[in-house]
């Protein structure tokens, strides 16, 4: 209060009685911008941070987004309270993230948080120097979007894995639950630099092991339909599906329950096509990754710079198991998978 009387004193000088010379409306007009001016200047700036997809924006979050969130309140950040989040999508179309990030990069926000190699290569091609948190990519050195993990010495850092690695042993499961198959279809998509080099390995473990193999890549939610349309026909014994984000994290349950309902064993690096109703998956925690990547923004925001960060690799990997699909699907788990599994969906 004090502050106030002194303000509007050097504004409107003193009356005989030493009560400023003011009228009501001078008072109030004077004392709203003197609460403006004081909010300006006397309030932190809240942070704000930019959240780039690939796929559509839905106001209720996935479980990946939601562990995101879980993870800024950890670190003392709720949405819209003290700190702000700008969603934007490129609704599963690449060619619009020039444009979406330009628009971001507009909006003044102190980092981009982005997952899957495309978004991650478009925030890199957007800005050299606002930093970017990845949630979860495969192989950023692979890609060209940093030249190490321990030092990435540019304006990314955050959490990736590496799923091709994982690949091996996503085979052996498959022939472990479906030892009669002798046919696989390998579905990927083309889009993605990092399910491309997948596809490749998988190609050649399924090989290895003497079972013949077909390759699908698919560019759009249309070539995704087009191909299972043509897996009626063909009748794989299994279906492999590339641990990328993109079409078949927007797919999810269509190819779960295309996959289901044709009685085609789907083997992939999601959970979620497990839950969906797919046989079995093996891959990194999705969910903790996105947690792990609040940890990034807060140091961000206290001051750290990205290319000092190390990025870190998931190091923990889930054994997800559908045993109701496996029964709809006449499938006897050996007791040796089971034992395996970290999760078993009945």
């Not at 996935?62 to 309270?81: I, N």
């Not at 955050?158 to 022939?175: A, I, M």
């Not at 001051?303 to 990997?317: C, F, S, T, W, Y």
């Amino acid at each position: 209060m004090v502050a106030v009387s002194q303000a509007l004193t050097s504004c409107f000088g003193r009356s005989p009685s030493g009560l400023p010379n003011i009228n009501r409306r001078q008072f109030l007009a004077a004392l709203s911008a003197l609460v403006a001016a004081s909010s300006s200047t006397g309030q932190a700036r809240m942070p704000k941070i930019g959240y780039l997809l690939l796929t559509p924006f839905s106001e209720t979050p996935t479980r990946e987004r939601q562990a995101f969130l879980d993870g800024l309140r950890e670190h003392g950040y709720v949405p819209e309270k003290n700190i702000e989040i700008i969603y934007r999508s490129a609704q599963n179309a690449p060619e619009f993230f020039d444009e979406i990030c330009r628009d971001l990069v507009a909006q003044k926000i102190d980092l981009i948080v982005v997952s899957g190699a495309l978004a991650v290569m478009a925030a890199k091609k957007c800005t050299s120097t606002l930093p970017v948190v990845i949630q979860a990519v495969g192989d950023p050195i692979g890609i060209g979007a940093v030249r190490s993990l321990a030092r990435p010495e540019a304006n990314l850092t955050g959490v990736t894995f590496l799923s091709s690695e994982l690949v091996g042993k996503r085979v052996q499961l498959l022939r472990d639950l479906v030892p009669t198959a002798k046919r696989v279809a390998v579905l990927w998509d083309g889009r993605n630099p990092n399910a491309r080099v997948e596809s490749t390995v998988t190609l050649e473990a399924v090989k290895r092991i003497g079972m013949k193999s077909e390759s699908i890549e698919v560019q759009s939610d249309a070539d995704l339909r087009r191909w299972l349309d043509q897996l009626k026909a063909t009748r794989p014994d299994a279906l492999y599906v590339a641990f990328e984000g993109g079409l078949v994290a927007d797919n999810r349950t269509y190819l779960a329950e295309f996959a289901l309902r044709e009685r085609i064993p789907l083997i992939s690096g999601w959970s979620f096509l497990t839950e969906a109703g797919g046989l079995v998956s093996y891959a990194p925690d999705i969910p903790s990754m996105f947690r792990r990547s609040a940890s990034y923004v807060d140091r961000i925001l206290k001051g750290a710079k990205a290319g000092d960060l190390p990025i870190e690799q998931a190091d923990r990997v889930e054994l997800v198991l559908n045993i109701k699909t496996a029964k709809a699907l006449g499938i006897t788990v050996p007791q040796s998978v089971l034992v395996r599994a970290d999760r078993v969906i009945q």
